[in-house]
């Protein structure tokens, strides 16, 4: 699903990833963790083509991003790679449903199916009673289940989720651990997840230690 090769990034001076090689196979849930500054969330926006390589190459379900240009890209991403982030990145004037919607309307599908999916996966994730508040009227467990439905609307092969658990309580934290477990059942998901998290990090099929820029283990 993802081979990484050589990534080496960049910012001014400062060398964030120095030579990284990552792997990923179909269907797996992998965790890279590692120190604040190791280069976790710049290789997780790299996988995600949300940032580009200085050097290295990138492929993602066999599609090469140096062969893309930025609106193949944006269209790439939009349709094949879900992000879940820490703090939810939703909309505060939409509502829940409308916030699910909008990476589907972006990619111009038939908004009549989008509404009956949208409410179809908060159904799902037990949030039907919570489909017209905006997110200041939600709890943070409610929004990050949110912010999922919204990584799964387009039917993504990918997940990439960038500290999920961070911003929650013990007891939020325990279910979406497990949502994204189920997740992976039940749509064939593959999931690379950037955590602090121990607890996460131990229940992913693999962990992906990274320091200084480098895997130290894989």
């Known amino acids: 699903m993802i081979q990484a090769k050589n990534i080496h990034k960049s910012f001014g001076e400062l060398e964030v990833l120095k030579g990284v090689d990552l792997n990923v196979t179909k269907g797996e849930i992998v965790s890279i963790v590692g120190p604040s500054g190791a280069g976790k969330t710049t290789l997780l926006?790299?996988?995600g083509?949300?940032?580009?390589?200085?050097?290295?190459?990138?492929?993602?379900?066999?599609?090469?991003?140096?062969?893309?240009?930025?609106k193949q890209l944006?269209?790439?991403?939009?349709?094949?790679?879900?992000?879940?982030?820490?703090?939810?990145?939703?909309?505060?004037e939409?509502?829940?449903l409308e916030n699910v919607m909008i990476p589907a309307l972006i990619a111009r599908k038939d908004v009549k199916k989008t509404t009956a999916k949208a409410k179809e996966l908060l159904d799902y994730l037990?949030?039907?009673?919570?489909?017209?508040h905006k997110p200041s009227?939600?709890?943070?467990?409610?929004?990050?289940r949110v912010a999922v439905a919204r990584a799964l609307i387009n039917d993504p092969a990918l997940i990439l989720a960038d500290e999920p658990s961070g911003s929650l309580d013990s007891k939020n934290r325990d279910e979406l651990h497990k949502l994204l477990f189920d997740l992976r059942e039940k749509f064939g998901l593959t999931i690379v997840i950037v955590t602090h998290d121990k607890e996460l990090a131990a229940l992913s099929d693999r962990?992906?230690?990274?320091k200084d820029g480098k895997i130290i283990q894989n």
Not at 49 to 68: A, E, M, R, W, Y
Request: aromatic share 10%.
């Open 94 to 96: 939409f509502t829940a």
């Open 137 to 144: 009227e939600l709890s943070g467990g409610e929004k990050q």
């Open 74 to 92: 944006a269209a790439f991403r939009n349709k094949h790679i879900g992000f879940i982030f820490q703090f939810h990145q939703l909309l505060p």
């Open 49 to 70: 083509t949300l940032d580009k390589p200085n050097n290295g190459d990138v492929l993602v379900d066999s599609i090469d991003f140096s062969k893309l240009g930025e």
């Open 126 to 132: 037990q949030l039907t009673d919570r489909m017209e």
């Open 207 to 210: 962990v992906i230690e990274m």
């Open 45 to 47: 926006q790299i996988l």
